[in-house]
């Protein structure tokens, strides 16, 4: 499991946004955002590379 902080998610659509993004390479993984935090965790196959490039190309830079 990876946690990671990621900024401009603001509401439900961005969490869906970032849900999807990592979903569209791994439709197995699991996505869990929190808005306050600006946290994501993420169960999935992918690596912390990869998921981090496909939540930034999203739109929402990952910090760390």
């Known amino acids: 499991m990876f946690t ?3 900024s401009g ?3 439900g659509g961005c969490i869906n946004a970032v849900t999807r993004a990592v ?3 791994d439709p ?3 996505v869990q955002a929190d ?6 965790n ?3 196959s992918l ?3 990869q998921a981090s490039q496909l939540i930034t190309d999203a ?6």
């Open 35 to 40: 808005l306050i935090t600006q946290t994501v």
């Open 28 to 30: 197995q993984a699991k």
């Open 47 to 49: 690596s912390l590379g």
């Open 42 to 44: 993420l169960e999935t």
């Open 9 to 11: 998610m603001t509401c």
């Open 59 to 64: 739109g929402f830079p990952v910090l760390s």
């Open 23 to 25: 979903q569209s390479q």
């Open 4 to 6: 990671l902080k990621v």
